[in-house]
């Protein structure tokens, strides 16, 4: 089993009220990997600085789950459409992914510990 680290430094991302979006990115890896580690490592800083991204949640063991927020779904598009993010995405079906699926998800309520 292959345990890859928390791309969120180990932290829940600080959202607004609702409402936002969330993006949920759920995936099963390929056994060649090389060079994914450094992708999403890179697809996360720039997220980061993409109008409109709140925060992200990411976990993987045989399933990786990596949730985005974004404050609407004009931005959620904006960086589905981005140039380098649109050739991550060619790489993860050609390379690194042997199932995905993506759902947009509108919030509507949250609540915490």
Known sequence: MRTLRLISNNMIAQTPAPPYYAVIFTSIITK???????MATEMLALA?????FLGIESARNEIGITVS???S??????????????MA???GKTEWYKSYTT????VER????
């Open 48 to 52: 980061k600085q993409q109008p409109g």
């Open 32 to 38: 060649s990997d090389t060079g994914y580690e450094a």
């Open 73 to 86: 779904f004009e931005a959620i598009k904006a960086w589905k459409a981005n140039e380098r993010h649109l």
């Open 110 to 113: 949250d609540y915490s510990l």
């Open 103 to 106: 759902r947009v998800c509108r």
């Open 89 to 91: 995405q060619q790489k």
């Open 69 to 71: 927020y974004w404050d």
